[in-house]
């Protein structure tokens, strides 16, 4: 958030996972398709002046409805402006904070237990939160198995396994955001509209988008 973790207006804080290539036959890293900015993070050293820019983009505020319900999907590092709403509603001493009377539901996907981010910092927020008011689901999907099929568990089996809710969320107000690899929202698509039912799940779209309730940052 503008406060940043230590609340002093002059800390950014930035959730990086260093993109690495393995070749298949060797197994080894290589060098020469590694991300770049990724790994010039991470091999930065502590004390470090580095130019950054931004903030850019209208996606991924907060909204202005502070009794609206807020829906959350990430994967991975698309954890990190979720981390900042939560920050801001549930840690904060803020007016959004104090004002905002809404649900939140997270749902995170990850392959496993030890690749959840933050997890005691949520842990926390869900005591300062109102009775009910903070939901978080995960879905680690190398370790848990999904209710639909009987495979893996990934995002869009939570949002299938709860899907009367979701819709009833969604067409009571709420806003719903989506980050992470753009790989994931595919398969968060048509799972909405394998159980939307009788749903014009296309209209439907329209009308989320057009009401500023469907928000999606992928990379």
Known sequence: ????????????????????????????????????????????????????????????????????????????TGIAPFRGFLHRLFMEQTVAGHLFSGKVWLVLGVPTTGGLLYKEEFDAMMKNAGPDQLRIDYAISREQFNTIDGGKRYVQHVIAENANEFFERMNNGATCYFCGLKGMMPPVLDTLESVSGNVDFDGKMKEWKKNHQWHVEVY
Do not use: H, W
């Open 1 to 76: 958030t503008r406060y940043g973790d230590v609340l002093d207006g002059n800390t950014v804080s930035l959730c990086v996972r260093r993109a690495e290539y393995y070749d298949p036959v060797s197994g080894l890293v290589d060098p020469t398709k590694k991300g770049v900015c990724s790994n010039f993070l991470c091999d930065a050293e502590a004390g470090a002046q580095i130019d950054v820019a931004g903030p850019v983009g209208k996606t991924m505020l907060l909204p202005k409805d502070p009794n609206a319900d807020i829906i959350m999907v990430a994967t991975g």
